[in-house]
């Protein structure tokens, strides 16, 4: 009888526990925490040279590049590390497919920028909170100033009409 109960009480258990977590089209809220917490660990890592370091190297070996800079990579790698297959690239103006566009950022979303003498997003970053027209990000190949070209993984306090697109990475379309 006692077995009965134990092999009943792992069927359970693993019945509820299938419903929680990532299912065919939503992950589950932990992983966007998860994604963030990620992010927020990596602050303060530095580059040892130019687009190079450990740490930097490992952020775009997980997109299959070397010594490329490395915003995107930073982002798709700390999706990566959170169970998230996508997105995966080293190319800040792929993380904004059309079907992945929001017009209201929340924690976990990619934000965008735009550089205008580029013509396209040029570089990109993890929404870590949004508190009113602000958007707190975790953003890698940047510096204290903002750059796309920076040295390290900084958190940066942006306007949202500094920002020119926010991406949904989150959920499957």
């Known amino acids: 009888m006692a077995t009965i109960r134990i092999l009943l009480g792992i069927v359970c258990f693993a019945v509820v526990g299938s419903s929680w977590g990532a299912d065919g089209n939503r992950i589950a809220d932990g992983d ?81 920028i735009y550089f205008e003498h580029l013509k396209r997003v040029g570089h990109c970053g993890i929404v870590e909170e949004v508190r009113n027209d602000w958007v707190y990000s975790i953003e890698g190949n940047t510096n204290l100033n903002g750059s796309r070209e920076g040295d390290g993984v900084y958190r940066r306090m942006r306007h949202k009409r500094s920002v020119y697109c926010f991406a949904d990475w989150l959920t499957k379309t």
Not at 69 to 78: E, G, K, L, N, Q
Not at 81 to 108: C, E, H, I, M
């Open 32 to 112: 966007k925490r998860t994604v963030i917490e990620t992010a927020k660990k990596e602050i303060g890592i530095r580059e040892s040279a130019e687009n190079a370091g450990l740490r930097v190297d490992q952020y775009n070996a997980h997109v299959g590049l070397k010594k490329v800079p490395w915003c995107a990579s930073f982002v798709s790698w700390c999706f990566g590390q959170a169970g998230y297959a996508q997105p995966r690239t080293a190319w800040s103006p792929s993380l904004f497919p059309a079907d992945r566009l929001a017009k209201n950022p929340v924690a976990g979303m990619v934000l965008g």
